[in-house]
């Protein structure tokens, strides 16, 4: 009787812009987007890199073929605009692999001496060009939402490492709750924060054939992508944990020499 | 005509420079042989040079900060990114001065509740005292300026927030709001003039920590049994003695700093801070600095917006009038027993209220139970005459048997479920900041004034040197 009664009010309610909580009283059965929040959100897995820790390196064979999961299927919606071609040689590439990866893609120059613009095969120096002119052109393509940025993605969520690859690795397939509204355009997917986001399950098993001619799970997709938007994120992270150690060892180093000093000029110090 | 200063320096280099200048006498006199310190100063008197130490560090980073920044809305974002990329070593000068801002923070807040505990504010030390809570404001504003610089999500939305409190101000606020702004939103002109204020005021702190340093020089340290120091056999040269030990702490300091620098760069500050500004996107939470969280908990445990502003600001200005409103006579916490408990209390009191500070203020920390009457004069608005007065006459105690008349009544689980909750009785987070900013303004207006006629206080030693006084020190 009441699931009877539901849809039509639901409908009448979306109709006339009203939110579901204020119709909760006539017997909605959905929860509101809070209720669905608290109920069905879940805290990201943990995941463990190479980077993690103290004395942490990336893994360049995974950022590679994270960068490839990134390419052949995140770059569809998404742009990298902080990184250019030329930091792909951090990953381990040789110059020459770089030029060749930049030359498939083409990217905007000039004016010339006409004072056209022209399209141009990419330099090692240019920035990686993103699947949209504006954010308008974005917004339109994706319903009314706007792909994030990747460059800075794994610093800007909470947790953000176990965020992603939670998110794209584990986030999707899962049974969608019977008590949520979940309209055309939405998926669900608990690790988002309101756990409905506009993004369609991206990566399926065997979606990539990785260099060594393996097809790999979601999850290992996901995992490669999230070392790879880790480095993209923090390019600096090995520099900074090398140089720390160093740090360390020098402050260490110093304590016990200026402890020792501090004794020794108070020695004649009387209490 | 003018003083007869004979320089005393043997060289004679130094000596024609300090007859003339006497800038040799005026370090050695204020940090060096020249100037004599208790001899019993434990380590929590290492943080006032850890403080100055901050202070040069902050300088020097966001000198070169300053050098590859651009502070225009549509720039400055990228320009940070910029530094953390493309800049030599940028990824090292950004992360040293934004963790350098919190470092500062954790070194004044120990360096003010020393203060606190060894009665460092009172007489003749006042002004070197109120100096001190000039700086802590003129930090607050250069820091919270600074946060805003990145132009990242949460730059935008605090700096929304905190000026928006301006606006509590009657008649003027909202002139003085379009004034911070330089306009009608936060925009452009805000961020250029945060900009330019955020490189001024460190100077102006650091002409404040040089009178800071006069007033201290005057009266010298105080010291932890807080009685006055009685001739020479009380005190030591500053340098050798204070100066090595101070390396020792600043050695220390640099190593629990660079933990943070180089293996949990991120570990204090805002994810969303790495979004850029989007004046269309209102994060959920919206959170300052953790180093004003106490203070942004006072802020919105009072539900008047302008009365939660003074209270906010009036929890520094009464920190000002401090050293006149403790009454007791002895200085040191270790010869007040009543008072040393009510210093732990005030530090617990300062911690809840950080805690505050981050969290939602409606959320339920202890449940009391529900609303039975609300609840039931609900449904009983769906039943029929007959029910609804049955209902009213004797409210279900059992929400069982609460819930078989929501069923009757029409109602879903799920619509009863909802009206229970919204009928929960409750003690929330923004409870636990009202008794916590109540007891902060208790223990400086009422507490203080009163301890000083009540408490009895321990015999003070005679001298530093006295037996008494070694006893009565705690362990360094």
């Not at chain 1, 308008?136 to 319903?143: K, L, M, S, T, Y």
């Not at chain 2, 310190?37 to 380590?43: A, F, I, M, S």
């Not at chain 2, 009191?349 to 202890?366: E, Y």
């Amino acid at each position: 009787m009441f699931k009877q009664l539901t849809v039509p009010l639901t409908v009448a309610a979306a109709a006339f812009g009203l939110a579901g909580p204020s119709l909760a009283d006539e017997g909605i059965e959905y929860l509101t987007s809070e209720e669905a929040t608290n109920k069905y959100h879940a805290y990201p897995e943990h995941y463990e890199f190479a980077h993690d820790g103290v004395f942490g390196k990336f893994d360049r064979a995974q950022l590679q073929r994270g960068f490839q999961v990134y390419r052949e299927v995140c770059s569809a919606c998404h742009s990298l605009e902080k990184i250019a071609f030329r930091n792909l040689m951090d990953l381990g590439y040789t110059a020459e692999q770089v030029k060749a990866i930049a030359a498939e893609y083409e990217v905007e120059d000039g004016p010339d001496e006409d004072g056209e613009m022209y399209f141009r095969a990419a330099k090692p120096s240019d920035y990686i060009p993103g699947p949209y002119a504006n954010v308008q052109q974005a917004r339109a393509a994706n319903g009314g939402a706007m792909p994030p940025d990747l460059s800075l993605i794994t610093k800007a969520r909470p947790h953000g490492v176990d965020y992603v690859a939670s998110l794209v690795g584990k986030g999707y397939g899962q049974d969608e709750p019977e008590d949520m509204q979940i309209s055309d355009g939405q998926y669900y997917n608990p690790y988002f924060h309101s756990v409905l986001l506009a993004m369609p399950q991206p990566l399926y098993d065997e979606m990539v054939e990785y260099a060594d001619g393996s097809f790999p799970t979601v999850e290992e997709m996901a995992v490669d992508v999230t070392a790879f938007l880790t480095w993209t994120a923090e390019p600096k992270l090995e520099q900074r944990k090398r140089t720390g150690v160093g740090v360390m060892i020098f402050l260490a180093i110093l304590t016990v020499i200026s402890y020792w000093s501090y004794k020794r000029v108070w020695a004649d110090v009387k209490k | 005509m003018g003083h007869n200063y004979k320089s005393k320096y043997e060289n004679p280099v130094v000596n024609w420079i300090d007859t003339r200048l006497p800038i040799f006498w005026l370090v050695d006199t204020a940090v060096g042989a020249g100037h004599p310190t208790p001899k019993n100063l434990n380590y929590w008197w290492n943080f006032g040079s850890l403080a100055g130490l901050c202070l040069v560090v902050q300088l020097i980073t966001g000198i070169v900060l300053a050098m590859h920044y651009t502070p225009h809305a549509d720039m400055a974002f990228a320009s940070v990114e910029h530094i953390m990329r493309d800049v030599n070593y940028g990824w090292l000068i950004r992360y040293i001065h934004a963790n350098g801002a919190s470092m500062f923070f954790i070194v004044v807040f120990i360096h003010i509740f020393r203060g606190l505990y060894y009665g460092s504010y009172k007489a003749p030390r006042e002004l070197l005292w109120m100096l001190g809570v000039t700086i802590l404001l003129l930090m607050m504003a250069t820091a919270f300026m600074g946060y805003v610089l990145p132009w990242g999500q949460m730059s935008f939305w605090g700096a929304t927030v905190i000026t928006n409190l301006f606006s509590a101000i009657p008649y003027v606020g909202d002139s003085i709001v379009t004034l911070l702004w330089g306009g009608f939103s936060v925009d452009n002109p805000t961020l250029a003039r945060f900009f330019s204020l955020h490189y001024l005021l460190p100077f102006v702190i650091t002409g404040t920590v040089i009178l800071h340093i006069w007033a201290l020089n005057m009266p010298g340290s105080n010291n932890p049994s807080g009685i006055d120091v009685k001739g020479p056999a009380d005190t030591i040269p500053f340098h050798p003695y204070y100066t090595i030990k101070d390396l020792f702490g600043i050695a220390v300091f640099l190593a629990f700093f660079s933990a943070f620098i180089f293996f949990m760069p991120n570990a204090l500050g805002h994810p969303d801070n790495y979004i850029p500004a989007d004046p269309l996107a209102t994060p959920s939470h919206i959170v300052p600095e953790w180093y004003f969280l106490p203070f942004y908990a006072i802020l919105r445990a009072v539900p008047d917006k302008l009365l939660g502003v003074v209270a906010m600001f009036g929890s520094i200005a009464v920190l000002f009038v401090l050293p006149w409103l403790d009454t007791s006579k002895v200085r040191s916490a270790t010869f007040r027993p009543v008072y040393k408990w009510f210093f732990w209390i005030f530090v617990v009191v300062n911690f809840g209220l950080g805690w505050c500070g981050q969290a939602d203020t409606d959320r339920v920390l202890i449940p009391l139970g529900t609303d039975k009457t609300a609840v039931a004069e609900n449904i009983a608005a769906r039943l029929e005459p007959a029910s609804r007065a049955e209902l009213l006459a004797n409210v279900p105690s059992d929400m069982e048997v609460m819930k078989k008349y929501a069923e009757r009544a029409g109602m879903s689980d799920l619509a009863f479920d909802r009206l229970v909750d919204a009928e929960l009785i409750s003690f929330q987070v923004v409870h636990l900041s009202q008794i916590l900013t109540a007891w902060y303004f208790f223990h400086f207006l009422v507490l203080l004034p009163l301890l000083g006629y009540f408490e009895k206080t321990r015999p003070l030693p005679e001298s530093l040197s006295s037996p008494i006084a070694a006893d009565a020190m705690p362990a360094e």
